[in-house]
Nanobody, 124 residues
Framework: VQLVESGGGLVQAGGSLRLSCAAS????????MAWYRQAPGKQREFLAG????????DYADFVKGRFTISRDDAKNTLYLQMNGLKPEDTAAYYC??????????????????WGQGTQVTVSS
């Protein structure tokens, strides 16, 4: 699985951006996808995720109501709509794909794939 993010840039506080993550390769094997971010000197943190089979979504509390994760299966693309951006949202944003391999009911392997990241800078 290969992932390529795009859509980052410089935006003023209160503005919006939509990030995209184009997936290629064995995309049918993807179990779930997610967005993370990492600011300088900080650990990478989870923002939002979506399960492939059900479309169920999950969000970190600090982005609920501001960020929305979605996908376009026809385009093999994951999105993150970000509204009401704040200077503290400045970070490199990464897309992640998870492939879970099962044998019957048992998980035998899990693989994580990451994109190269896209920079989001929010000015005050």
């Amino acid at each position: 699985v290969q992932l390529v993010e795009s859509g980052g840039g410089l935006v003023q506080a209160g503005g919006s951006l939509r990030l995209s993550c184009a997936a290629s390769g064995t995309t049918l094997m993807i179990t779930a996808m997610a967005w993370y971010r990492q600011a300088p000197g900080k650990q990478r943190e989870f923002l939002a995720g979506i399960v492939s089979s059900s479309g169920r979504t999950d969000y970190a509390d600090f982005v609920k109501g501001r960020f929305t994760i979605s996908r376009d299966d026809a385009k093999n693309t994951l999105y993150l709509q970000m509204n009401g951006l704040k200077p503290e949202d400045t970070a490199a944003y990464y897309c992640k794909a998870v492939v879970v391999v099962t044998t019957g009911p048992r998980v035998t392997n899990e693989y994580d794939y990451w994109g190269q990241g896209t920079q989001v800078t929010v000015s005050s």
